[in-house]
């Protein structure tokens, strides 16, 4: 199918979008929240292309401990130079004592750090390298650290992370975006005291969704446009991917966007069952049950004796669980649309394997 690589970008919301790219360019910092699979790194590239500044990308998912963190970081911030040549040279004058591999594929600078005697000191030094890069450009530059939560894995007492957002924050040509799941940011009672933007990427419009179906060249029939809106639940990935899926005929029907669909569901079969069976029982009995009868009121009386649940403070403990893993929506949660979104699946796809795979 002729879907094109940053064909997700058609599915970005401008307003949204225009908003924080304005925000972005007079040096705030951002709290972006969104669940797996709603175009996080996208949607910071686009914004910060539209004010023609630099994005310095991390996930820090990849961040295992210190010294993998030190190395990701400048490898990341290195590659802002664009130019490997003026990296090499930021390095020999500020980090002498390390040495620097260059990918020959690439061209990207990888950091090997020789000892973790300096390994404190050496990461307060990258912390002046995004400055760097923006005078070398001439362009605001945008650390988007993605996942921060997972620092946390080894800086437990977020010596580190408070070090760096706040060393980044007295840049005067540099600002940061930190991207959290949306069941994992922190409490946001707390960023009103850190001059934060907080944006949400919740499920986008189902006009939107079908718009750009029909941009990527489907032409369906109404029942398949209202199916594959159905199925996609507005999650910007999966739109994606089904699209990737769907073959090229004059006129797409129900019947081959349901086999595309089980294709799909068939090749992440895997991936779920795993996920399934590494979740504690009561939060995959929860899940399960969600998918086959999906109710906005999981605690409710009638909704706990029908599927034999347990009450109280069992069951509530499972669903804050699933939330935080981003596999459901909070109570709270509503999308562009303005329709709430409580304890609906947030990867569409997960849900719909359970209802195939487990009815």
Known sequence: MGVTKNASSELERPALREHTSQYLSK??????????????????????????????????????????????LAQSFLAGFG???????????????NQVQIDPRTRQLNLVCTTTRTLEQDFLTLLDLPQAVARH????????????????SWDRDESWQAQLRRHLDELPDANYVLGYGLGSGPDLAITTDNNYEIVKLMPLETQLVA?????????????ARELITRLVQGHLGTCVAL????????????????????????DLSATFETLLRQLPAIQSRVLETLALDPTLHPQSNDYTQKHSLPRGGSLQGALTALVKKDLLYGPDSQGD????????FCQPLLGLWIQQYLA
């Open 337 to 344: 649309d303005q329709i709430a979104l409580a304890y609906q």
């Open 83 to 97: 130019d490997y040549v003026a990296g090499l040279a930021w390095v020999g004058q500020h980090l002498p004592h």
């Open 137 to 152: 450009r001439q362009q605001r530059v945008i650390v988007f650290l993605n996942n921060f939560v997972h620092l946390g």
């Open 27 to 72: 040096d705030g910092n951002l709290l972006l929240l969104g669940v797996p699979g709603s175009g996080r790194r996208q949607f910071i590239e686009r914004a910060v292309t539209d004010i023609q500044g630099t994005v310095l990308y991390l996930d820090c998912l990849r961040a295992t401990d210190r010294v993998r963190f030190v190395g990701l």
């Open 211 to 223: 718009r750009w179906f029909a941009a990527q060249g489907f032409v369906c029939t109404p029942p």
């Open 243 to 266: 699209a990737r899926r769907l073959p090229v005929l004059a006129l797409l029907t129900e019947t081959e966007v349901r086999t595309a669909l089980a294709h799909l569901l068939e």
